[in-house]
């Protein structure tokens, strides 16, 4: 019986049952293997659900769930995560896993085909991680030959990460398609799970083929917490001029023992910067990792200053925000932003609560938009936020979803019937002048601002 079915099924028949699988590997379910359509259903598709995820959580959820492959469970998640870029968002997911009918289903199941084009432009990357030779193959005849060296190569670095088997023989069938060596391609090996020393030994296998190691491969390591992997590098690659980058993801990841390893090799200073540590607390504090934060306090290198606060809001942990709080760390309405961007209701309305300054120009709702987010531009409406005095919060609001690639007309459309004020001759001058940027939008947002214009004189 499958791992999830135990916890989501099979516990469920009787009280002796569940007694009896207590364990969290009966009681955890994984996202990342098959969910029962009906548990998940249950639990995503009811009230509240999603209120205390992050933007980054909710699209880990779709990520997670089209990677799956349970197509009654994606449609769900779709559902649940109100995100306007949401099909694009799954189907590099499921490319990368290789779940190609899933990726069909997707195709079908959109009615906007600009909400897939450029995803498909990175179909090839996502099958050269996620499938076979034989698929890579196939996929290469209609896609590959007229790619870039530039797009090669990101082709060839993802099969250099690829967890398939069949990983190596990908990379040579690349080259062999003039697809060159890259610094890339060691960065995604050191990015691997290292549990049975795979990557360690992937990497002794590129470096011997001649792909170079550098920096980047120092940083990777860091960010996905692969200490084995980032001794090695550590002893291979000198600190480098950048090297502040690899602290700051650790910490970012909440990678503690990689952030110490760092700390202790010099990685993180530099004579120019000599406190490039504050970053590495800004990092952590976006992440949200609480025990990060407390070992740099214990090292005495926790400055108490806005910026940390204000990416503590991004993180979207109202722990950590409460922690920061308690000792004295200053804030202003940047927070307010910045929870609005991390997508986390949760932290917002606690923010609210303490009388964190609230941004009354509307942007919080351009920041919304920009994320096609549509449960945090609810909960902004909810709150009371303004929707500022300019008047030109509607116009920033398309800017900044179809510069994100984003659909703007569900988010548009629903700020009109909110009652967001808009000068319609003043935004239609300036959308008209969009056909050279984005003509994909252009018309279809002046026939919503006419629909608007026709209610409003009825």
């Known amino acids: 019986m499958a791992v999830n079915d135990v916890a989501a099924s099979f516990r469920q028949v009787n009280k002796v049952t569940a007694e009896r699988l207590v364990g969290p590997q009966h009681t955890v379910i994984r996202l990342s293997q098959p969910v029962p359509p009906h548990a998940f259903a249950a639990h995503w598709l009811a009230p509240g659900t999603t209120r205390g995820l992050t933007l980054q959580r909710r699209k880990q959820l779709l990520s997670l769930t089209a990677a799956s492959g ?28 290789g779940q190609l009918s899933t990726c069909q ?11 897939l084009r450029d995803a498909c ?26 790619l870039s060296p530039d797009q090669k190569a990101n082709v060839l670095s993802s099969a250099a990460g690829s967890p398939t088997p069949d990983w190596a023989a990908k990379v040579e069938w690349l080259e062999a398609q003039g697809a060159p060596r890259n610094e890339d391609a060691a960065a995604k ?37 692969n200490t084995a992997v980032l001794q ?29 390893a760092l700390h202790a090799a010099g990685w993180h200073v530099h004579p120019d910067q000599p406190r490039l540590l504050e970053s590495s607390a800004v990092w952590a504090a976006r992440g949200g990792h609480l025990h990060v934060m407390a070992w740099l306090e214990e090292v005495q290198l926790l400055p108490l200053h806005r910026g940390v606060f204000n990416a503590a ?48 120009r509307g942007y919080p709702y351009v920041n919304a938009c920009s994320n096609g987010d549509m449960a945090m531009a609810r909960c902004l409406r909810r709150l009371g936020v303004p929707w500022g005095s300019e008047g030109n919060v ?65």
């Open 189 to 225: 090996a050191a990015a691997l799970p290292d549990d049975d020393g795979g990557a360690l030994a992937r990497l002794a296998w590129l470096r011997g083929r001649g792909y170079p190691i550098d920096d980047e491969a120092v940083t990777a390591a860091a960010r996905c917490g």
């Open 313 to 360: 809001a991004g993180s979207g942990s109202v722990e950590v925000l409460a922690w920061l709080a308690a000792r004295g760390c200053l804030t202003d309405y940047h927070a307010f932003s910045e929870a609005v961007y991390a997508g986390c209701e949760a932290a917002l309305e606690w923010l609210v609560e303490q009388g964190c300054p609230m941004e009354d």
């Open 105 to 115: 289903w997707l195709r079908d199941y959109s009615r906007d085909t600009e909400d």
């Open 232 to 260: 090695y590098l550590l002893a291979v690659v000198p600190a480098g001029i950048i090297d502040y980058a690899a602290a700051c993801y650790a910490a970012h990841g909440g990678h503690l023992v990689s952030l110490q």
């Open 121 to 146: 432009h990175f179909l090839l990357i996502g099958v050269a991680h996620g499938c076979d030779l034989p698929a890579l193959q196939q996929a290469w005849l209609r896609f590959g030959p007229d």
């Open 394 to 458: 509607f116009y920033a609001a398309a800017v900044a979803a179809a510069d994100e690639h984003i659909n703007p007309l569900p988010l548009l459309r629903w700020m009109l019937q909110e009652g967001c004020p808009v000068d319609v001759e003043a935004v239609r001058r300036k959308v008209e002048e969009w056909p050279r940027k984005m003509p994909q939008w252009a018309e279809k947002v002046l026939g919503l601002l006419e629909e608007h214009r026709g209610h409003q004189q009825a």
């Open 70 to 97: 349970v197509l009654p469970n994606l449609e769900v998640a779709l559902q649940a995560v109100g995100l306007v870029g949401g099909v694009a968002e799954a189907f590099g997911a499921a490319a990368g896993a």
